[in-house]
Nanobody, 124 residues
Framework: QLQLVESGGGLVQPGGSLRLSCAVS????????IGWFRQAPGKEREGVSCISSSGGSTNYADSLKGRFTISRDNAKNTVYLQMNSLKPEDTAVYYC?????????????????WGQGTQVTVSS
């Protein structure tokens, strides 16, 4: 059964860092493009970042460029999201999702498989 499990969320002070992990099972990560999305309270879910199946292409939401970095380790079947210089407005539930598309997409409907999410709270 195809499964994605996020971890690494928690409470962090503004300016701090977190690294989220998305561990996949039931399929070979090599053939899937992975996206990270987030949903803040009272807001719609939005795309954060994406890494193509080859790892050769990455995308970021414009507001996050320079602070977030996505990477993948296919040998460990895991995708990471390194988040630095966190701000209170980064507070949200973060989800990873998988698609068999070869290239990145910021559209939720492109992704067939989703994790349950991990809470990130940025607060002093």
């Amino acid at each position: 059964q195809l499964q994605l499990v996020e971890s690494g969320g928690g409470l962090v002070q503004p300016g701090g860092s977190l690294r989220l992990s998305c561990a996949v099972s039931g399929f070979t990560l090599d053939y899937y493009t992975i996206g990270w999305f987030r949903q803040a309270p009272g807001k719609e879910r939005e795309g954060v970042s994406c890494i193509s199946s080859s790892g050769g292409s990455t995308n970021y939401a414009d507001s996050l460029k320079g602070r977030f970095t996505i990477s993948r380790d296919n040998a460990k079947n895991t995708v990471y999201l390194q988040m630095n210089s966190l701000k209170p407005e980064d507070t949200a539930v973060y989800y990873c999702a998988a698609t068999s598309r070869y290239y990145c997409s910021a559209l939720e409907r492109s992704y067939a498989y989703w994790g349950q999410g991990t809470q990130v709270t940025v607060s002093s």
